[in-house]
T-cell receptor, first 116, second 117 residues
Framework: AQKVTQAQTEISVVEKEDVTLDCVYETRDTTYYLFWYKQPPSGELVFLIRRNSFDEQNEISGRYSWNFQKSTSSFNFTITASQVVDSAVYFCALSEFGNAGNMLTFGGGTRLMVKP | GAVVSQHPSRVICKSGTSVKIECRSLDFQATTMFWYRQFPKKSLMLMATSNEGSKATYEQGVEKDKFLINHASLTLSTLTVTSAHPEDSSFYIC?????????????FGDGTRLSIL
């Protein structure tokens, strides 16, 4: 069975601070995908990144970066120089490749509040 | 890019009313659509997987007679909350996966906020 844990339920930072959101996952599959989604107050889910289990390269996209460590089953997300617009709930999710339809299992989410 | 349209975005209705939510893939065919439910300040929980032309697969604990899912075409899945009660108030989100593109991320609708009075 797959499981995703986001231990931080809420994080509050001041604008321009860097912040890391943790994500730890459990799966028995050797082939799987990891995702991060952003959910602003309006409710829609915004896709941020997908990483497959064979690609442990870290990725950087603007102020966002992701650190995938298979050895610790973690897929952490860092926002550099945070901005007020980054305030949202962020979800980490896992999809096992062999899962019918590739259903997603979401972590509990981390609410990020960036204060001016 | 691919877009999923979910309608309506918000529903407020009386207890006992049945509510239908539509999920459409606008520029791709979706053999599989997923329905999620999100309580306030909680994560998204998968309710059911909807496959075109066949019965939906419901997650444990989800009442199939309460949440009717129909996936009659490759671009449309509907979720009907039958005889809704206040405890059914929630945020419902659908997602769709492109046909033949199992290695692509799902595309999410913008969600439906359901409030039962």
């Amino acid at each position: 069975a797959q499981k995703v844990t986001q231990a931080q339920t809420e994080i509050s930072v001041v604008e321009k601070e860097d912040v890391t959101l943790d994500c730890v996952y459990e799966t028995r599959d050797t082939t799987y995908y990891l995702f991060w989604y952003k959910q602003p107050p309006s409710g829609e889910l915004v896709f941020l990144i997908r990483r497959n289990s064979f690609d442990e390269q870290n990725e950087i996209s603007g102020r966002y970066s992701w650190n995938f460590q298979k050895s610790t089953s973690s897929f952490n997300f860092t926002i550099t120089a945070s901005q007020v617009v980054d305030s949202a709930v962020y979800f980490c999710a896992l999809s096992e490749f062999g899962n019918a339809g590739n259903m997603l299992t979401f972590g509990g989410g981390t609410r990020l509040m960036v204060k001016p | 890019g691919a877009v999923v349209s979910q309608h309506p975005s918000r529903v407020i209705c009386k207890s006992g009313t049945s509510v239908k939510i539509e999920c459409r893939s606008l520029d791709f065919q979706a053999t599989t659509m997923f329905w999620y439910r999100q309580f306030p300040k909680k994560s998204l929980m998968l309710m059911a997987t909807s496959n075109e032309g066949s019965k939906a697969t419901y997650e444990q604990g989800v009442e199939k007679d309460k949440f009717l899912i129909n996936h009659a075409s490759l671009t449309l899945s509907t979720l009907t909350v039958t005889s809704a009660h206040p405890e059914d108030s929630s945020f419902y989100i659908c997602s769709a996966r492109s046909r033949g593109r199992s290695n692509q991320p799902q595309h999410f609708g913008d969600g439906t906020r359901l409030s039962i009075l």
